[in-house]
């Protein structure tokens, strides 16, 4: 047997086990009490998996990747291009990359890369995407390319970087980042052809995704009533970038009523904070649901984080339009990346949202070093405020489920104390 079929070989085996991941996943969500059909709609999405040519064709449009929310999506759009996030939560597709890749590093991003290796070697050079734009949030998110060539795969795409200024107060790194827009905006009209969006085309753009944040937030609300549980928010939220906008909207307007209907759910009501979570490893939102935990907020970025918030604007011209984008991908964000973070803190702990829940529970994927350094200050902040507290650290593996289900169980009895 030659060496590319031994290599065939692992990559078909990999390749059946995710495929296992996500049917169990899929299997488990379907069998839930609050299950009802309009759902189905998110989890097609997601279990048709993130083929760059799979997506493509549903969207009718070229596909450009990102690794993280800070470059504007509307602008994406503006230009004919569909942005999706990249991202794994695949436990089998880290294997495939892990022998090319530091033994600790974000498994979300090692996840990412495995499949990304699965793409490229069922799509050929036909498939992929049509560019990468990289914001460069964390280390993992700057060496991603490299990473890439480590496990073979050769980028024939463009890439842009954007580099993030991780100092959000100060005049001159708001200046920084509307340069880095604009410079977005000209990489966008070279990879289309068109100098620059029609000022019509980008204010349009900016009113779907505006009302795709209002459609959003009446569904963050149900789950603020206990009436939309944590592992369909985080379902939802996922197959955001698996579909047009529009259609995802519908699809998600089509949702609200039924979960209108019904009655909250029994728990004490707690605060999920810390690392991102990905279909299919939904393990942290059934370990709190298991232990009685009821998620009724969170600040994730694969969640919640979805949109950073409004945009508001006075000047209708395009720089008027690219400052307010700069404004609310930059101002808005809560990433632990940045260096003057308070406001995430404080977001927490307001007076208005401690009124809503009795603990945070804090999760950190191992080598995921942002959210793990922020967990002691957040920590440390919360018990001034009298709040209760857990950190969770935990991997792509179920093997510490049950030691998890016994921290968290002990946790609720002192939020019931």
Request: hydrophobic share 40%.
């Amino acid at each position: 047997m030659t060496v590319t079929d031994r290599e065939n070989r692992i990559r078909e085996k990999i390749r059946s086990r995710c495929d296992e991941e996500v049917e169990l996943e899929i299997s488990l969500l379907r069998q839930r009490k609050d299950y009802f059909p309009e759902l189905d709609y998110f989890l097609d999405l997601l279990s048709a998996g993130q083929s760059s040519s799979v997506i493509a064709g549903r969207v009718g449009r070229p596909v450009a990747a990102l690794l993280c929310l800070q470059a504007p999506l509307e602008l994406f759009q503006a230009y004919g291009l569909h942005p999706f996030k990249v991202f794994g939560g695949s436990q089998a597709a880290s294997r495939l990359s892990s022998p090319s890749l530091p033994a600790v590093m974000c498994p979300m991003l090692r996840s990412a890369l495995g499949l990304l290796q699965l793409d490229s070697a069922s799509a050929g050079d036909s498939g992929g995407f049509a560019a990468w734009v990289l914001p460069t949030t964390c280390d993992w998110a700057v060496k991603f390319m490299e990473m890439m060539a480590n496990c073979g795969q050769e980028n024939r795409r463009p890439v842009h970087r954007l580099e993030l200024p991780h100092l959000k107060d100060r005049d001159e790194s708001q200046g920084r980042w509307l340069e880095e827009i604009y410079g977005l905006r000209n990489f966008l009209g070279e990879l289309t052809g068109r100098k620059k969006p029609d000022r019509g085309a980008l204010a349009r753009s900016m009113a779907v995704y505006q009302k795709a944040w209002q459609v959003f937030t009446e569904l963050t609300m149900l789950k603020r009533a206990g009436r939309l549980s944590g592992p369909w928010s985080v379902v939802i939220s996922n197959s955001f970038f698996f579909d047009d906008v529009q259609k995802w909207m519908a699809a998600v307007e089509a949702t609200l009523p039924k979960f209108r209907e019904r009655p909250a759910a029994a728990g004490p009501e707690v605060y999920l904070a810390g690392s991102p979570v990905f279909f299919p490893n939904l393990k942290i939102m059934h370990l709190l649901e298991d232990a009685g935990l009821k998620v009724v907020m969170d600040d994730l970025c694969s969640s919640e984080r979805l949109f950073p918030g409004a945009v508001f604007f006075d000047d209708p011209s395009e720089h008027g339009l690219l400052k307010a984008l700069a404004q609310r991908y930059h101002q808005g964000c809560l990433c632990p990346s940045f260096a003057d973070n308070d406001r995430r803190i404080n977001n927490i702990i307001s007076p208005s949202h401690k009124a809503l829940y009795r603990g945070v529970v804090f999760q950190v994927l191992k080598g995921c070093h942002p959210f793990d350094l922020e967990s002691m200050t957040l920590e440390r902040r919360l018990k001034d405020e009298g709040l209760k507290f857990i950190k969770v650290e935990t991997d792509y593996t179920s093997e510490d489920s049950q030691n998890l289900l016994t921290r968290l169980e002990a946790y609720r009895r002192t939020l019931d104390s």
